[in-house]
């Protein structure tokens, strides 16, 4: 299996462009595969550079309905009409992020909506023996406190995005599985523990956002659960690697308990081989 970073929010790569967004390059021994597109279409230029062919791909997951992991979505679709995309169906909403000053939309193009390979999901899907998307994730533990300013819009008002429309992927390579999410914005150890509902243990490797970065600052409170999940996350023999929405002042203290067992993500870098 090799997993490499298209983009993501951080200098990696000599040359490859890096944006407030996050998309992987897969393969496997039956797919190659996108995990998101990024916010524009920088992570198509980054694939050159790196000498990937994207008109290969025959699978595109989207993790979840914002526009930092749809927004070269259509772009791609104009160099690769073929490839399957899978989508939760209720990714296709309005979504806002509330602030005082008002309402911004990050929801995504609704174009995408139009797309003729889009497969709208309602729940878990098996694609195949190597791919499986889950979705649905009921825990509430350490939910990100920054959710609460994420809304999605209805007819009559604005009201609390609960993220029914996040999906995960999980890769599996012989007895390997590499979990991979966008943002977990209903929480990584949520997360985990719905995959271990399924697969009765830990993947290999998480491949995630953590979804802690806050630009006012943390709290006493923030920085225990940053801690503590930092902790519950060192227990597994799990590989984790991480970027985007984490945070770098979230990542060194998770670093400082966790080790090698957490590594960073960079544009326009490897992750696995």
Request: charged share 25%; with cysteine.
């Amino acid at each position: 299996m090799k997993i490499i970073n298209l983009i993501e929010d951080t200098r990696g790569r000599e040359g490859c462009a890096f944006e407030h967004g996050l998309s992987f390059y897969i393969e496997t021994e039956k797919h190659k595969l996108l995990m998101d597109t990024g916010a524009t279409d920088a992570f198509l230029k980054n694939a050159a550079i790196l000498g990937i062919d994207l008109g290969q791909v025959d699978t595109v997951v989207l993790s979840h309905g914002h526009y930092d992991h749809t927004g070269g979505l259509l772009a791609f679709a104009e160099q690769n009409s073929e490839a399957d995309i899978y989508l939760q169906a209720s990714a296709g909403e309005a979504y806002y992020h509330w602030q005082e000053e008002g309402a911004r939309y990050i929801g995504m193009d609704k174009a995408i909506l139009s797309l003729p390979k889009l497969q709208l999901l309602t729940g878990n899907r098996k694609i195949d023996e190597e791919l499986f998307l889950f979705s649905h994730i009921s825990g509430r533990r350490f939910w990100a406190k920054s959710n609460q300013q994420l809304k999605r819009k209805t007819k009559e008002r604005f009201c609390q995005d609960e993220f029914d429309h996040e999906q995960c992927l999980v890769i599996t390579e012989r007895d390997n599985h590499v979990l991979l999410s966008g943002c977990a914005h209903n929480g990584i150890l949520n997360i985990l523990d719905a995959y271990r509902a399924i697969y009765h243990g830990d993947p290999g490797a998480v491949i995630s956002g953590f979804h802690m970065a806050q630009k006012e600052g943390y709290t006493e409170e923030d920085q225990r659960i940053i801690r503590q999940t930092a902790e519950e996350l060192k227990q597994t023999d799990t590989v984790f690697y991480t970027g985007h929405c984490t945070g770098k002042a979230a990542f060194d203290q998770m670093k400082e308990i966790m080790g090698e067992q957490l590594r960073a993500i960079h544009s326009g870098e490897e992750i696995l081989h």
